[in-house]
């Protein structure tokens, strides 16, 4: 999971440096603890479990999201045991944060959950309509990012 927060924090850094956006944050919350980690591995919930936020900010509009662990929807149970959810502040302004599955604005980012299979070295991720794919980090990640700005930017 280190490979896909330090590539998306790149990718945050070269957003907001680029002329033609807005400002883009990224908040590093550390690493999931090993008590926490174990909780979700079992399907007990843990607090704090937060891994990363990105905010996104152009104009009058924000947009932040929030990358947190938990334990895995059922069709990535027994693949891996413990995924990273996406979760967007809503209302805006509120740091109130609602997991992306449960969101039925049009303006929802297709990427809900990310987990990694460690035997296959390989990431998992889980659409809205909970397709499972695989791919690089830089694939979906891309995919991220170019969802959110479209969705929540354009004109």
Avoid at 68 to 92: I, M, N, W
Avoid at 136 to 146: A, I, S, T
Wanted: proline share 3%.
């Amino acid at each position: 999971m280190e490979l896909l927060k330090s590539h998306l924090r790149q990718t945050a850094g070269a957003l907001h440096e680029a002329a033609d956006f807005g400002d883009v944050y990224f908040k590093d919350f550390g690493n999931l603890e090993f008590e926490k980690y174990s909780a979700l591995k079992l399907g007990e919930s843990a607090k704090r479990a937060w891994f990363f936020r990105i905010d996104f900010r152009s104009g009058g509009k924000t947009a932040r999201y929030l990358m947190f662990f938990g334990y895995a929807h059922s069709k990535l149970h027994g693949q891996c045991d413990v995924t990273l959810h996406v979760a967007r502040e809503d209302p805006p302004n509120f740091y109130h944060y609602e997991r992306l599955d449960t969101i039925t604005a049009p303006n929802v980012p297709d990427l809900v959950e990310i987990g990694y299979l460690m035997s296959e070295e390989r990431f998992m991720v889980r659409s809205r309509s909970n397709n499972i794919g695989s791919g690089r980090v830089e694939e979906f990640g891309r995919r991220f990012f170019e969802d959110v700005v479209s969705k929540h930017f354009s004109a």
